[in-house]
C-alpha cells in the first residue's frame, strides 16, 4: 500500500507539473509575437532591417540570384534561395494560359515561403507591347509606333492593361520599358525605341506609371524595368551589343534623360545594357551604375544584369570570380544568370570570403531587392489574384490596342488616291503582310524572335481591317502575291515589310531596302496601271526611295501589334491620321546614322506626317 500511495503520489505530481507546464506554455506561445517582418504594419524599412539581421549569406547571396524557369524547378529554386526567376523570350508553361501561368508560378512561391525564412521570389518576364509571352495576351504596337502616336496618356493606358494581364498570370515584374535612343536604324531593336531623340522617350516614360500603378502595393501592379542603361541605342554601326564610341557629353545629352525621367517616375529597376562605353562593358562600370544612376540620378531600386550579361564583361565566354565581383562591385544588385546560377552563388560566396567583395555591398543589394518585393505586397500575399483572368484580352483591351494602332500611323504620301473610298469601290490588297499577324505584330511575341502566321494571336489582320471596313457596293480582292489584279480595280493596297526579328538577328549592315518579294510584288501592281497605295509594315524606316515615285500613296504602319484593324481606320478615313515620325526616314541605308540635327537630308524628316 505504501508503494501504491507512492506511484500515485508521483503520478499526480508529475501530471501537475504538466498541467503547470502547459498552462504556462499556451500564453507564451499565444503571445509569441511573429517576426517583425512579417508584420504588415511595420514600415517597410523596419520590416527589411528585421529580415536582413536574421539572413545568412547563403540567403542573401541567393536573393541577388536569378535563374530561368527552365533549369530550376521550384524545388531547386528554393533550395538555392533564389531571389527570382524569370522567364525568358518563349519560356512558357504548357498549355501556355494564364491559368497555367499562375499554377507555375504559385508552385514557385508555395515551394519559396514554406521554407527557413519564408521569402517570396519575384518572377520576371518581358512586357515590351503588353504581357508578349503569353498566348491570348493583348498585344500593342511597338514603342516605334507609340513615339509617332505621341500621345503619352494613351501610353500610360497600355502601360496599366499590361500591367492587369501580366498580375492576372503571377508575373509582378515586366522587363520594360525600354528607353533606348536608337540612333541608326540598322540597329535590330530600333523598333524598341520611342525616337531617335530622348523627348521621345522622356515623354512615354509616362508607361511606367501606367505599370506600376499608384501604389506598387495594388494588386493590378507590376514592377517596371528601365532598360538599358545605358546607351545601346547608339553602338557604332548600329551593332547590337557593339560599342558606344561618344563622349560622356553625348551620353548625357542624349542618353541619359530617359532614365532620369524613369527614375523621377519611381522606376523599381533598371536593366543594365549588354553594350559597352568607349571599349568598356556596362555591365562593369562602376562609374556608369554606381556614381551616375545610383548616386547622381539618385536611383533607389535594384538594379539587375541582362541575360548572362556578366559572362561579357571580358570578352569571353562563361563567367569568371572576377567578372562576378567586378559586376558586383560596380553596383549590379541581382544576376541575371538562367542556368549557372549555382556557379553563380558559390562564386560570389567565395569572392565575399575573399574579401574581394565587402559585405556592405552586399548587405545594400539585398536592402534594395527585399524592399521592393515587401513594397510589391509579396510577402503579404505572394500568390496569384486569379480575379484578374476574367479580362485577360478582353474586347475592352484590344479596344485600346486598335486605338494605339490607328494614332501610331504615319502618313508620308498621298496623291489623291487616300482615304479609300469605302461604298461602291473595288480594292485589291496583297503583299505578304496584309493577312499576317505574327509579321504585323513582330519580335517579343509569344517567341523571342517572333514568327510569321495568319492566326498566330488573337485579332485582326489588316486585310481584316479592310473587309470589314468596306461598305455597300465595294468588293475586295485578295492575293498575296498580287495574282489577279486587273484593270477593273480602283486601288491596290500593298501590305510590304519586315517579317519578325528582334536583338541580333534583326541587325542589317547590308541595308534596308525592301526584299524580293516585296520588290517583284510593287512592279506587277504598277505594271496593272492600277493606282498603288504602299503600307510599310517595319520596324524602322525602310530605303524605299527608289520605288516611291509609282506609289501614290504611302502609309508608314510600324508593327501595329494585334489590331490591324486600326490600320485600315486610317486609310478608310474613319480616323485621319495624325501620326508624325519619331525617326529620320533617309533617301538610302548609306546615310544611316541619319537623325535630325545632323545636317543630312532625308527622304521624310523628323517630325513629318500628313493628314487628309
Request: aromatic share 6%.
Amino acid at each position: 500500500m505504501p508503494l501504491l500511495r507512492t506511484t500515485r503520489s508521483l503520478r499526480t505530481t508529475a501530471l501537475a507539473c504538466l498541467l503547470v507546464a502547459g498552462t504556462a506554455l499556451v500564453p507564451m506561445a499565444s503571445a509569441a509575437a511573429p517576426p517583425r517582418y512579417k508584420n504588415p504594419q511595420v514600415s517597410v524599412a523596419d520590416r527589411v532591417t528585421d529580415l536582413m539581421a536574421r539572413m545568412t549569406l547563403d540567403d542573401k547571396v541567393g536573393q541577388m540570384t536569378e535563374g530561368e524557369r527552365g533549369a530550376a524547378t521550384p524545388a531547386q529554386a528554393t533550395a538555392a534561395r533564389l531571389g527570382s526567376i524569370l522567364s525568358g523570350g518563349g519560356s512558357t508553361p504548357s498549355p501556355n494560359t494564364p491559368a497555367a501561368w499562375a499554377d507555375m508560378i504559385d508552385a514557385y512561391q508555395r515551394a519559396a515561403t514554406s521554407t527557413g525564412l519564408g521569402i517570396p521570389i519575384v518572377y520576371g518576364s518581358d512586357t515590351v507591347h503588353g504581357h508578349n509571352n503569353v498566348a491570348g495576351a493583348t498585344i500593342f504596337p511597338h514603342n516605334i509606333g507609340l513615339g509617332a502616336a505621341n500621345d503619352p496618356a494613351l501610353v500610360r493606358q497600355i502601360g496599366a492593361i499590361t500591367a492587369r494581364e501580366s498580375a492576372a498570370t503571377g508575373v509582378k515584374w515586366g522587363f520594360a520599358p525600354c528607353l533606348c535612343v536608337a540612333r541608326d536604324d540598322r540597329w535590330g531593336r530600333t523598333y524598341e525605341s520611342f525616337g531617335e531623340v530622348p523627348a521621345n522617350a522622356v515623354a512615354n516614360s509616362v508607361v511606367i506609371e501606367g505599370l506600376q500603378g499608384s501604389s506598387l502595393g495594388n494588386t493590378t501592379s507590376i514592377m517596371a524595368t528601365a532598360k538599358h542603361f545605358i546607351g545601346d541605342g547608339g553602338t557604332t554601326g548600329g551593332v547590337d551589343q557593339g560599342n558606344t564610341q561618344i563622349s560622356l557629353d553625348e551620353l548625357r545629352k542624349i542618353h541619359l534623360p530617359p532614365f532620369q525621367a524613369a527614375v523621377a517616375h519611381g522606376v523599381g529597376s533598371v536593366m543594365i545594357s549588354f553594350n559597352s562605353w568607349n571599349g568598356v562593358k556596362d555591365h562593369g562600370n562602376k562609374t556608369l551604375i554606381t556614381d551616375l544612376l545610383k548616386g547622381e540620378l539618385g536611383f533607389t531600386g535594384y538594379v539587375v544584369s541582362d541575360w548572362n550579361g556578366i559572362d561579357q564583361i571580358d570578352g569571353r565566354s562563361g563567367f569568371t570570380a572576377a567578372e562576378v565581383s567586378q559586376a558586383v562591385n560596380a553596383g549590379i544588385d541581382m544576376v541575371m544568370v538562367p542556368n549557372d546560377y549555382l556557379k553563380f552563388i558559390s562564386t560570389l560566396k567565395a569572392e565575399v570570403g575573399n574579401g574581394h567583395v565587402p559585405m556592405s555591398r552586399i548587405d545594400d543589394a539585398n536592402r534594395r531587392i527585399l524592399t521592393k518585393k515587401f513594397e510589391l505586397g509579396l510577402f503579404d500575399h505572394p500568390l496569384t489574384d486569379r480575379s484578374l483572368q476574367q479580362d485577360f484580352g478582353s474586347a475592352a483591351h484590344h479596344a485600346v490596342a486598335r486605338q494605339a494602332a490607328r494614332e501610331s500611323q504615319v502618313l508620308l504620301k498621298n496623291d489623291g488616291v487616300l482615304p479609300l473610298a469605302k461604298q461602291d469601290n473595288k480594292i485589291f490588297v496583297a503583299g505578304k503582310n496584309a493577312n499576317d499577324l505574327g509579321n504585323q505584330s513582330g519580335g517579343w511575341t509569344l517567341t523571342w524572335q517572333g514568327q510569321s502566321g495568319t492566326r498566330v494571336i488573337p485579332g485582326t489582320t489588316i486585310l481584316d481591317g479592310i473587309k470589314a471596313g468596306a461598305g455597300k457596293g465595294t468588293v475586295i480582292g485578295y492575293d498575296r502575291a498580287g495574282n489577279g489584279i486587273d484593270a477593273s480595280y480602283k486601288v491596290a493596297v500593298a501590305v510590304v515589310g519586315e517579317t519578325p526579328y528582334a536583338e541580333g538577328q534583326g541587325d542589317r549592315p547590308g541595308g534596308l531596302g525592301l526584299d524580293s518579294e516585296d520588290l517583284n510584288l510593287i512592279a506587277k501592281l504598277k505594271a496593272s496601271g492600277v493606282p498603288l497605295v504602299v503600307v510599310t509594315v517595319s520596324g524602322r524606316p525602310l530605303d524605299i526611295a527608289a520605288q516611291l515615285p509609282s506609289f501614290r500613296g504611302l502609309v508608314a504602319a510600324w508593327l501595329p501589334g494585334s489590331e490591324g484593324a486600326g490600320v485600315a481606320d486610317v486609310l478608310y478615313g474613319d480616323y485621319n491620321p495624325t501620326g508624325k515620325l519619331s525617326f529620320t526616314w533617309p533617301n538610302s541605308s548609306s546615310q544611316e546614322p541619319i537623325n535630325t540635327g545632323d545636317g543630312k537630308q532625308g527622304l521624310f524628316p523628323y517630325g513629318f506626317g500628313l493628314s487628309y
